[in-house]
């Protein structure tokens, strides 16, 4: 079992930057692909970024160019950079950590919210 626990949430206006958090409680964090995934009000969740255990990146195309996601396996923490924000990136914000179907977990999730 492997617990996520997120931070750095909040409420920024258009043109900022936050950076979010997922600090994870596994020995073997490093194996594991890690993402941040995202569900707005009335819609699915989607994917917006993952890290692989050798550090291969993937985004959505929403976020390319504005988001960057980097892990830290000595720490056992996976962050997210989002810059230039816009009101469409408001969501809950869930870290995700994947081995295999048996070994898939999620953290509580955090807010974010873009408004003036």
């Known amino acids: 079992q492997v617990q996520l626990v997120e931070s750095g949430g909040g409420l920024v206006q258009p043109g900022g930057s936050l950076r979010l958090s997922c600090a994870a409680s596994?020995?073997?964090?490093?194996?594991?692909?890690m993402g941040w995934y995202r569900q707005a009000p009335g819609k699915q969740r989607e994917l917006v970024a993952a890290v692989t255990g050798t550090r291969s990146t993937n985004y959505a195309d929403s976020v390319k160019g504005r988001f960057t996601i980097s892990r830290d396996n000595a720490k056992n923490t996976v962050y997210l950079q989002m810059n230039n924000l816009k009101p469409e990136d408001t969501a809950v914000y869930y870290c995700n950590a994947h081995l295999d179907k048996t070994a898939d977990y999620w953290g509580q999730g955090t807010q974010v919210t873009v408004s003036s």
């Open positions: 596994s020995r073997i964090f490093s194996i594991y692909t």
